[in-house]
Nanobody, 120 residues
């Protein structure tokens, strides 16, 4: 059983930075297209940033200029660097990815979520 594992969340003051990581729990699986989403209680889950296997990125308007999504294919990991954080960025952040193994598509997976809290 493979899982998508996120890390890097935490508590930070407004204006601070955090870097989230997303990787498959088994090294035989590779992450392909990856999206970072966030969800506040009582609100819909929203896309924050997305990166294709070729490195093409797109961002929500709220993330443009502050967040950077990137990937390290050697480590089979995707990152979300968040700078100039604001209290309204507080949410649970989820990674979503297409996983491949042995050259075959193995499905779309969600991570368990990591809490990001930005204090004012």
């Amino acid at each position: 059983q493979v899982q998508l594992v996120e890390s890097g969340g935490g508590l930070v003051q407004a204006g601070g930075s955090l870097r989230l990581s997303c990787a498959a729990s088994r090294s035989s699986f590779s992450v392909n297209a990856v999206g970072w989403y966030r969800q506040d209680p009582g609100k819909q889950r929203e896309l924050v940033a997305r990166i294709t296997s070729g490195g093409i990125t797109n961002y929500a308007d709220s993330a443009k200029g502050r967040f950077t999504i990137s990937r390290d294919n050697a480590k089979n990991t995707v990152y979300l660097k968040m700078n100039s954080l604001k209290p309204e960025d507080t949410a649970i952040y989820y990674c979503n990815a297409d996983l491949y193994s042995g050259g075959y598509y193995r499905g779309n997976y969600w991570g368990q979520g990591t809490q990001v809290t930005v204090s004012s």
